[in-house]
């Protein structure tokens, strides 16, 4: 009986750290709403888009960072530096919900906190909190209004418009199939 209870105890535990979030859960644009520190001495992020692209032969995630200001140290002089966009080369979400964003030159790590359809609030492995707030607009699904004419034409099976119908058979009309008999 103890041999069980143990078994379940592990399953529990085990199943209660699994990843909860999908890298297809994070797709969009993300704009920060409360950066007060990030690694690498960067001091603004206005956004984050990620979604995926093919590199070479093969398919991975990527994206990329909007005005990203970061202060540098070089011979004791402080130099601050905006950049537009910077590539993000890969992104991916490993066990207890832990994001990982691969640039060429830095790595970000991240434990997922909340990830909603409009919310990500993530920190960092020091504490840090970090919030973004997803921009439906650019990536939402629009219904387009279906406008279509009534055509009247008539199609044979083949899919070749027929003028005049002179023998009996099914045809197509209205996207409709008809017997016509003669």
């Known amino acids: ?67 990203l200001t970061r202060v540098n140290y070089y011979n004791g002089e402080e130099e601050t530096k905006t950049s537009e966009r910077e590539q993000i080369n890969d992104f991916f979400i490993s066990n207890n919900n832990k994001l990982h964003i691969i640039q060429e030159s830095m790595t970000f790590h991240f434990i997922i906190e909340e990830l909603t359809a409009t919310t990500l609030k993530v920190k960092t492995y020091d504490g840090q909190n970090y919030s973004f707030t997803k921009d439906n607009s650019s990536s939402a699904v629009r219904s387009l209004p279906q406008t279509r004419s009534a055509d009247e034409s008539i199609y044979n099976l083949s899919g070749q418009k027929v003028e005049n119908v002179t023998a009996d058979g099914i045809y197509i009309q209205n996207g409709q199939k008809k017997v016509i008999k003669k």
Do not use: C, H
Not at 14 to 23: H, K, L, M, P
Not at 45 to 64: A, H, M, P, Q, V
């Open 1 to 67: 009986m103890r041999k069980y209870l143990f078994l379940l105890l592990l399953v529990s535990a085990v199943s209660a750290n699994a990843q909860t979030f999908d890298e297809a859960d994070l797709v969009g644009t993300w704009t920060t709403t409360g950066l007060a520190y990030a690694p690498y001495q960067i001091t603004n992020i206005e956004s984050i888009t990620l979604g995926d692209g093919i590199y070479g032969n093969s398919k991975r995630w990527s994206g990329f960072f909007k005005n």
